[in-house]
């Protein structure tokens, strides 16, 4: 079972890096095959063209969602093309002399002899000023130069592309002039992020939002290099060391106020076997979005997740399968995931 299921995911990935023309020979390939099985085993319980079409499907879902997602990115022919947009702040991340924006286009004005864009949906773009400080949730307008998504040059393993791809990133670009029509609404988890770092000293904030909010940018490069030099940088990754950590301090405080509880009663409570799952579940899914959700976490919750909905239930699932499941559900997330971070 486990070996099926990794073998899906890798073919959700696989059509994520056929050409067009790969893919149809595949497709006739499997559908020559499923009719030869087909007719050996006609007279056996057993269907091998079953799991072949299945297996045609993962990798037809995971082709079709990488041309799904290049149908939206800016074309190369449209490169440092100049455009007025109106944008939605997601993410911003100050610099000593710039500030990096994660944006969500709300609407576009071209000149009637530009060519038309696609249907851009979330952008990466730099604003080489310091003042305004722009902020999550804010609405912008901004005169911008796009500039279409493309590879290192220098071959490294790191594939770029594919991680804008992953992100939903459709282009790049800097803002040449911008003027903040709102500043919106941050969103729940910002707010609450920034309202614990006001609480916190500014020496202890970098290392409080690396190790438990999954925020890296609040670090300097002098809190970067000695994280390296004491060999602290995993922990910086939040993955499943801490949603293991929170389900652990999760069934602490459960079981605190059952004991609690029963005291108060006087006599002693079932173990509520449902209501503690639930309790886990909700309280874990909190953490992930908290921390960012990220593709780790995501990973490690999923894993849990289906372990302790195992619980309640009379079956077994070795750990293996477990982690090959997880896995699968993440590809069809996202099938780039498994190739970037995974």
């Not at 994520?16 to 559908?31: D, E, I, K, Y």
């Not at 100050?94 to 009637?112: F, H, N, T």
């Not at 070795?318 to 498994?338: E, G, Q, R, Y």
């Amino acid at each position: 079972m486990s070996f099926y299921l990794f073998f899906i995911a890798a073919l959700v990935v696989l059509g994520t890096l056929l050409s067009p023309t790969l893919f149809v020979l595949l497709l006739v390939a499997m559908a020559a095959l499923a009719l030869v099985t087909s007719t050996v085993c006609r007279s056996s319980n057993k269907l091998p063209w079953q799991k072949l079409l299945i297996s045609a499907l993962a990798l037809s879902y995971g082709f079709g969602w990488l041309h799904w997602q290049l149908a939206y990115r800016l074309p190369i022919a449209q490169d440092k093309q100049e455009v007025t947009l109106k944008l939605s702040v997601i993410d911003s991340m100050p610099q000593q002399s710039l500030q990096r924006l994660l944006v969500k286009v709300v609407s576009a004005e071209q000149e009637p002899s530009s060519q038309s864009l696609p249907s851009l949906r979330k952008l990466n773009l730099s604003y080489y000023k310091s003042e305004p400080v722009i902020h999550p949730g804010a609405v912008i307008n901004a005169d911008i130069v796009l500039r279409s998504p493309r590879n290192i040059a220098n071959g490294l393993a790191f594939d770029y592309e594919a991680w804008l791809i992953s992100k939903g990133i459709d282009a790049s670009g800097y803002i040449k002039k911008l003027e903040v029509s709102s500043q919106g609404a941050s969103s729940l988890r910002n707010r609450f992020i920034a309202q614990q770092q006001e609480q916190h000293p500014n020496a202890a904030w970098p290392w409080i939002a690396g190790l438990v909010f999954g925020e890296q940018s609040s670090f300097t490069a002098e809190q970067w290099q000695l994280a390296k030099q004491t060999g602290t940088l995993h922990l910086l990754v939040v993955s499943g060391l801490h949603m293991g950590l929170v389900l652990l301090l999760l069934v602490f405080v459960w079981r605190t106020l059952l004991r609690f509880v029963s005291l108060a009663l006087g006599r002693s409570l079932p173990s509520l076997m449902v209501w503690q799952l639930l309790f886990l579940l909700v309280g874990s899914a909190g953490y992930l979005w908290l921390a960012g959700s990220g593709v780790a976490l995501q990973r490690a919750w999923l894993m849990f997740a289906l372990v302790l909905g195992l619980q309640s239930t009379r079956l077994k699932l070795n750990w293996l399968t477990a982690i090959s499941f997880a896995m699968l559900l993440v590809v069809i997330n996202n099938p780039l995931k498994l190739t970037v971070v995974f």
